[in-house]
């Protein structure tokens, strides 16, 4: 039986520098450095003084003060972002059935935020009595899917996916899964983090930050940065995009994913999980290693993963993987943790449609271990069709994408 064909219809965009595609898209081809000192929390004793907030977004551009109060910055982050993929998508009110769409979405905090709140209450008040009796509502991850669905109405599948680092990928998959298993029509998928002191404080503890920014494959590579954001893809069958006539933005190939299966953080040397991924989404997509053009690189700034990368590419791609470009676009944003893979996707999209490939920033000193074209500094032009983006995460699990432009029917 044929595949239904999977296309991207819409992306909605929260990022360290810059909310909505148009602004995010000028900062990214600009090169800008979202990795700033940090303004929500005090991190007077803490090693690491810089990450990535989103500093242009305000709820009440969004929400009522009734509907903000009733949310955590991560849902508030991933529900204005759907409404700005809605938007592109070309759907609202009445357009599509909402019995027919699903939401998938990927995190690695959840509402941690809510947690931080509770602690502050209590032990400033001295009594749970202090923490207010629907705060604790807001903070099972759980609620980021089912606040979108309540928002605006949605009847489907209301699913999360806390694969940490990958989860903008699995979400991403199994959107796929769910439109060819006859589930849905339209899937909004996606993941969104918020920056909290819980995050920050767990990767200090690691001993995983940078002090300063964040320099992907450079050698003097020394750490990720904690960051927040959300991203977000209107998903649907060909068949259901061209329906309704919608705008086609990207075509979904394919996904892979896999568990290196080696250790709690650090991931195995030879890249076991990553090729697996890599190699099923090709399989999965139904085309070769040469076809890809470009690589969105995981490429976190910590000197185990990006060696691993390097690793990978160089076997996924063989005599390629020293030449296919493959550049790293958390050296702006800082890592956004589940939303990552999310905006990458959708950056992915940008490229393909402006035929640009955005650099990996903070490049400076080559390291022979990742031996790779990490598109240093500047965003290139080059002609694009095809591409892959790769997410990591704890666990060993590991993910790829593969997006190419809308080929016609």
């Given at each position: 039986?044929?595949?239904?064909?999977?296309?991207v219809t819409?992306?909605g965009?929260?990022?360290?520098?810059g909310t909505g595609e148009?602004a995010f898209?000028?900062a990214?081809?600009?090169s800008?450095?979202?990795?700033?000192?940090i303004?929500s929390?005090?991190?007077?004793?803490y090693?690491?003084?810089?990450g990535?907030?989103?500093?242009?977004?305000?709820?009440s551009?969004?929400?009522?003060?009734?509907?903000?109060?009733?949310?955590?910055r991560?849902?508030?982050f991933a529900?204005?972002?759907?409404?700005?993929?809605l938007?592109?998508?070309g759907?609202?009110?009445g357009?599509?059935?909402?019995w027919?769409?699903a939401?998938?979405?990927g995190?690695?905090?959840g509402?941690?935020?809510i947690?931080d709140?509770?602690?502050r209450?209590?032990?400033?008040?001295?009594s749970e009595?202090?923490?207010?009796?629907d705060?604790p509502?807001q903070?099972?991850?759980g609620?980021?899917p089912?606040?979108i669905?309540?928002?605006?109405?949605?009847?489907?599948?209301s699913?999360?996916?806390?694969?940490?680092?990958?989860?903008?990928?699995?979400?991403?998959?199994?959107?796929?899964?769910l439109?060819?298993?006859g589930?849905?029509d339209?899937v909004?998928?996606g993941?969104?983090?918020p920056f909290?002191?819980?995050a920050?404080t767990?990767?200090?503890r690691?001993?995983?930050?940078?002090?300063?920014?964040?320099?992907?494959?450079?050698?003097?590579r020394?750490?990720?940065?904690?960051?927040e954001?959300?991203?977000?893809?209107?998903?649907e069958s060909?068949?259901?995009a061209?329906?309704?006539?919608a705008?086609?933005r990207?075509?979904l190939?394919?996904?892979g994913?896999a568990?290196?299966?080696?250790?709690m953080t650090?991931?195995?040397?030879d890249?076991?999980?990553?090729i697996l991924a890599?190699?099923k989404a090709?399989?999965?997509a139904?085309v070769s290693?040469?076809s890809?053009?470009y690589?969105c690189?995981h490429g976190t700034?910590?000197?185990?993963?990006?060696?691993s990368?390097?690793?990978?590419?160089k076997?996924v791609?063989g005599?390629?993987?020293t030449?296919?470009?493959?550049s790293s676009i958390?050296?702006?944003?800082?890592?956004?943790?589940?939303?990552?893979?999310?905006i990458?996707?959708?950056?992915c999209?940008?490229?393909?449609?402006n035929?640009?490939?955005?650099p990996?920033i903070?490049y400076?000193?080559?390291?022979?271990l990742?031996d790779i074209?990490?598109?240093p500094?500047?965003a290139?032009s080059m002609?694009?069709?095809?591409v892959?983006?790769?997410a990591?995460a704890?666990?060993?699990n590991?993910s790829?994408?593969i997006?190419?432009?809308?080929?016609?029917?």
């Amino acid at each position: 039986m044929e595949k239904k064909r999977i296309v991207v219809t819409g992306i909605g965009l929260i990022t360290p520098i810059g909310t909505g595609e148009k602004a995010f898209w000028a900062a990214a081809i600009a090169s800008e450095n979202g990795v700033r000192p940090i303004q929500s929390i005090d991190v007077s004793d803490y090693k690491t003084k810089t990450g990535g907030e989103v500093l242009d977004f305000n709820s009440s551009d969004w929400f009522t003060a009734e509907e903000s109060s009733s949310m955590g910055r991560s849902s508030q982050f991933a529900v204005a972002a759907t409404r700005m993929a809605l938007a592109d998508a070309g759907i609202s009110d009445g357009t599509i059935d909402p019995w027919r769409v699903a939401v998938s979405m990927g995190t690695t905090m959840g509402e941690p935020q809510i947690l931080d709140e509770s602690v502050r209450k209590k032990y400033t008040g001295g009594s749970e009595e202090s923490i207010p009796a629907d705060l604790p509502r807001q903070y099972p991850c759980g609620v980021i899917p089912a606040n979108i669905s309540r928002m605006l109405g949605f009847k489907g599948p209301s699913v999360i996916l806390p694969a940490a680092c990958a989860a903008g990928n699995y979400a991403i998959g199994y959107a796929m899964d769910l439109i060819r298993l006859g589930r849905a029509d339209v899937v909004i998928a996606g993941g969104s983090d918020p920056f909290s002191s819980i995050a920050f404080t767990g990767f200090n503890r690691l001993l995983a930050t940078t002090k300063d920014v964040c320099r992907p494959f450079d050698k003097e590579r020394n750490g990720m940065a904690v960051s927040e954001g959300a991203g977000i893809l209107i998903i649907e069958s060909l068949e259901h995009a061209l329906a309704r006539k919608a705008r086609i933005r990207a075509e979904l190939l394919g996904y892979g994913i896999a568990c290196d299966a080696f250790h709690m953080t650090t991931p195995a040397e030879d890249g076991c999980g990553g090729i697996l991924a890599s190699r099923k989404a090709l399989d999965h997509a139904g085309v070769s290693p040469d076809s890809i053009d470009y690589v969105c690189a995981h490429g976190t700034g910590t000197p185990a993963n990006d060696k691993s990368e390097a690793v990978i590419a160089k076997t996924v791609f063989g005599d390629r993987g020293t030449k296919i470009p493959m550049s790293s676009i958390k050296s702006m944003l800082g890592h956004t943790m589940g939303a990552a893979s999310a905006i990458e996707a959708a950056a992915c999209i940008l490229m393909l449609e402006n035929d640009t490939v955005l650099p990996t920033i903070n490049y400076e000193n080559p390291d022979p271990l990742c031996d790779i074209d990490c598109v240093p500094n500047k965003a290139r032009s080059m002609k694009l069709q095809t591409v892959m983006s790769n997410a990591y995460a704890f666990a060993g699990n590991t993910s790829a994408i593969i997006l190419s432009k809308f080929k016609g029917e």
